[in-house]
Structures are given as structure tokens and as C-alpha cells.
């Protein structure tokens, strides 16, 4: 169930969790990553962020909507953007990796490159009623 999928045009997902009943992504993610490969450095370029894969579904979608480029090779200890998400139980959490975003698309730095990545990553969890919580505003 922790198989990485993707790839090869396709964003690469690494999951590193699967959701219990209750769980909640609230907070802020970290990545402790280092990137390589055997083009040049600025060619490295990778976009990263917490992938979540719904149970029974094979889409993988971005918590929060939130990308961080990471600008070529090398070592990144960083916090990516803050996060709030329910998740249900069988939910796979995990770090997606895009190559290019469509908003580069023209830029042939962003096209079919292989790089390897190596790491870990601190996931916000927390696990309470979510259907029970209620939200004041004043």
C-alpha cells in the first residue's frame, strides 16, 4: 500500500502514511529532501507538495493546492506551505513531485528530466471528531 506510483509525464506520488479513521492533515508539512541526476544542476527543477490518494480512488490530488519549487539539485531542509484537510480511513499521504507546472510549460528546463530524490518528510497529523467540531467566527 506504500508503493510510490506515477511517473514519466505523470506527477510521482510517494506515500508515506495511510490515514486511520479521524485523522486530519493541520499544519505544516516538512521536507528533508536531496535531489540529483545527471543533468545540470539549474535542470533539476522539481515542484513538491503533500499528495493525498482518496481510498479507492487513483488520482492523486495536492493538499491545499499547495506546490513549493525547489529551484535544482541539491539538499532542501524546509517547511512547505500550511495545510488543513480531513482524512478518511485507507486516505495514502505522501509527497507528489511534479517536473514542470503548466504555467512553465514553454520552458525547456521543465521537460522530460530524470532526477532522483532522496529523503523523508514530517506530515501535520492529527487525530480528533471532525464531525463534531464547530467553528466560531466573531
Do not use: C
Not at 9 to 19: C, H, L, S, T
Not at 99 to 120: L, P
Amino acid at each position: 500500500f506504500l508503493e510510490p506510483s506515477g511517473g514519466f509525464g505523470q506527477p510521482r506520488f510517494i506515500p508515506v502514511y495511510i490515514a486511520h479513521q479521524k485523522d486530519a492533515l493541520i499544519g505544516t508539512p516538512t521536507i528533508n529532501l536531496r535531489i540529483g541526476g545527471a543533468g545540470k544542476p539549474s535542470a533539476m527543477k522539481l515542484f513538491v507538495g503533500v499528495g493525498i490518494q482518496h481510498a479507492g480512488d487513483w488520482s492523486v490530488h495536492v493538499a491545499s493546492e499547495h506546490l513549493t519549487p525547489l529551484p535544482g539539485k541539491g539538499v532542501y531542509q524546509q517547511d512547505l506551505p500550511a495545510i488543513a484537510t480531513p482524512l478518511k480511513a485507507g486516505d495514502r499521504v505522501g509527497l507528489v513531485l511534479y517536473g514542470f507546472t503548466w504555467q512553465y510549460f514553454w520552458n525547456s528546463a521543465y521537460w522530460w528530466r530524470e532526477a532522483t530524490v532522496d529523503g523523508s518528510m514530517t506530515l501535520p497529523l492529527t487525530t480528533f471528531n471532525y464531525e463534531d467540531t464547530h467553528f466560531l467566527a466573531h
